[in-house]
């Protein structure tokens, strides 16, 4: 298959290397250092699993990209705006589908649930698939993707049209990521699966970035095991009220982030402390947003959303 990787940070610059090792066209969008050392010295993965580095096409202008069948979308969603202009003059690279062929389409795999839709507004409901993906990888240097543990998985599936079946084009691209050593699932609908990991990190991301502390400093504290699942329950309901069948309840929820290592830091805390912009508008302002239409009240989430607010914009904030 023929890929196109739009952000090569964390998760683009990990999936799309396994996909070139495993003999995959792909070609990368990056910028700045870390595009000069892709092209200099290729791409290297470092992690638990072994390291590898790949010899990579890597760009910052999709004109020279060529044709593609897939897109992966995998900048911040802050970004995503900034490269729909990208998405669509790749969609449209390949030129009219032959009689039987399967469209070009676009994978969103930022984390949230308003992606797919926004990505929607620009290229048309048909040529989007949703995805999310568990994973903790990063840039740590120009040219390099570190992973923290060894755990990577994607669920990805239509969010849009037919979700009463797996569709062809979601099990092709299971199997071509399979195939690349992906731990991947597909789904029929995988609106549940973006609220699945929406349930969990938009409470613990807040709740650690906001204290400003690791997992295992709060989790153990009975008050705010019940401030947690009180959290956890507010975006479940707004999930229901929104139609949404997910497959989490405060509960597990709870027993999920009792299974975590102690030192477990979310992104939003590293990006935090790095003076990076958070996504906080798209996980904790989502949910009570969404709430706020659906008469879904978000006391807890809410609270959380005003404290993190101030540092959304990192420092690019006076
Ligand atoms: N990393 C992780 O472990 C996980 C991340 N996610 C989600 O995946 C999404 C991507 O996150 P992640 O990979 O960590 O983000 P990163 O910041 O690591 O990577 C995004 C990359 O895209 C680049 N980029 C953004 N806009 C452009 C552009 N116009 N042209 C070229 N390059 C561009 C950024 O460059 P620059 O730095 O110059 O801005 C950066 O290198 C987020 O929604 C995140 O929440 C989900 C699960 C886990
Ligand atoms: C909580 C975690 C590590 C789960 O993959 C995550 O997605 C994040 O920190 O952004």
Avoid at 233 to 248: F, M
Wanted: glycine share 10%; net charge neutral; charged share 20%.
């Amino acid at each position: 298959m023929r890929f196109a990787i739009l952000g090569s940070g964390g998760v683009g610059g990990f999936f799309g290397a396994k996909l070139v090792r495993a003999g995959h066209d792909v070609t990368f969008l990056a910028r700045g250092a870390h595009l000069r050392a892709m092209r200099e010295h290729g791409l290297t993965i470092r992690g638990a699993e072994g390291d590898f580095t790949v010899a990579v096409k890597a760009d910052d202008d999709v004109q020279r990209f060529g044709p593609v069948d897939v897109v992966v979308l995998a900048v911040k969603n802050y970004d995503v705006a900034s490269v729909l202009p990208a998405v669509k003059t790749l969609l449209s690279a390949r030129g009219a589908p032959a009689p039987g062929e399967t469209p070009p389409f676009v994978l969103t795999l930022q984390n949230g649930v308003d992606i797919p839709s926004e990505v929607a507004a620009a290229v048309g409901e048909a040529a989007v698939l949703g995805g999310t993906t568990y994973i903790s990888t990063a840039i740590s240097e120009p040219g390099v993707i570190t992973q923290t543990g060894t755990n990577h998985r994607i669920v990805l599936g239509e969010v849009f049209g037919d979700t009463s079946r797996i569709s062809d084009r979601a099990q092709s691209l299971r199997d071509a990521l399979a195939g690349a050593g992906i731990t991947v699932e597909a789904v029929a609908d995988a609106r549940g699966a973006l609220w699945d990991k929406l349930s969990f990190l938009a409470c613990i991301s807040a709740f650690c970035t906001a204290s400003r502390l690791p997992v295992g400093a709060l989790r153990d504290n009975p008050a705010f095991r019940e401030v947690f699942r009180q959290a956890a329950a507010e975006v479940l309901s707004v999930a229901a009220a929104e139609g949404i069948t997910t497959t989490r309840t405060p509960d597990a929820l709870v027993q999920y982030m009792d299974g975590l290592p102690a030192h477990m830091r979310p992104s939003m805390l590293g990006d935090l402390e790095n003076g990076k912009p958070l996504e906080v508008e798209y996980l904790q302002g989502s949910v009570v947003r969404r709430g706020r239409a659906r008469g879904v009240p978000t006391p807890v989430m809410s609270t959380l959303y005003v404290l993190l607010l101030p540092h959304a914009q990192g420092e690019r904030k006076a």
